[in-house]
T-cell receptor
Framework: DTGVSQDPRHKITKRGQNVTFRCDPI?????LYWYRQTLGQGPEFLTY????????KSRLLSDRFSAERPKGSFSTLEIQRTEQGDSAMYLC?????????????FGDGTRLSIL | DAKTTQPPSMDCAEGRAANLPCNHS???????VYWYRQIHSQGPQYIIH???NNETNEMASLIITEDRKSSTLILPHATLRDTAVYYC?????????????FGQGTRLTINP
């Protein structure tokens, strides 16, 4: 398997700008997850897709955040009107169905820095 | 909140076995134990998972106690590249319970 791919690896932007991240899961993995990790903390769950359906969203995912997975393959995470507190590593993971015990495999993340 | 308790840090000599403990006293019958590690500036790397039987793969062994209230991850011959934060996570394996809840993990340092 090629691993989960995330783009870009780093993003620096000014407060108030919109940013979009892309995640390409491992091929044939029908489940896709987004997490956020701040310095010194473990990753925190944001949202989960099964194929193109977004089935779960964390309360961390404010209305400035939107995630899509239009054809059940790659996914995008957009943050509108970025704030200082959005600075973090955004991680994507994917897993194979149908068994729910299959492990999630992570990409190396997009590090977002808000100036 | 994470359902596991791990020591914040451990040290191990290179070439020795590293044994990382995890307590999960409230684990329920359909919850699996997963282990991940994270090396600085990389995403978490899956290591191993299990339900009640001991498991072994090319990376590590997972020993789960008979009452399932604790487990140990064993890296048989630790190398410097095993220095990382190790996370023990319990997770239900049903629809609607997909998220991984990470705690603070154990920072393992392998010393030469």
């Amino acid at each position: 398997d090629t691993g989960v791919s995330q783009d870009p690896r780093h993003k620096i932007t000014k407060r108030g700008q919109n940013v979009t991240f892309r995640c390409d899961p491992i091929s044939e993995h029908n489940r896709l997850y987004w997490y956020r990790q701040t310095l010194g903390q473990g990753p925190e769950f944001l949202t989960y897709f099964q194929n193109e359906a977004q089935l779960e969203k964390s309360r961390l995912l404010s209305d400035r955040f939107s995630a899509e997975r239009p054809k059940g393959s790659f996914s995008t995470l957009e943050i509108q009107r970025t704030e200082q507190g959005d600075s973090a590593m955004y991680l994507c993971a994917s897993s194979r169905g149908p068994d729910f015990n299959q492990p999630q495999h992570f990409g190396d993340g997009t590090r977002l820095s808000i100036l | 909140d994470a359902k596991t308790t791990q020591p914040p840090s451990m040290d191990c000599a290179e070439g020795r076995a590293a044994n990382l403990p995890c307590n999960h006293s409230t684990i329920s019958g359909n919850e699996y134990v997963y282990w991940y590690r994270q090396i600085h500036s990389q995403g978490p790397q899956y290591i191993i998972h299990g339900l009640k039987n001991n498991e072994t793969n090319e990376m590590a062994s997972l020993i789960i106690t008979e009452d399932r209230k604790s487990s140990t991850l064993i890296l048989p011959h630790a190398t410097l590249r095993d220095t990382a934060v190790y996370y023990c996570i319990v997770r239900e394996t049903i629809q609607g319970a997909q998220k991984l809840v990470f705690g603070q993990g154990t920072r393992l340092t392998i010393n030469p």
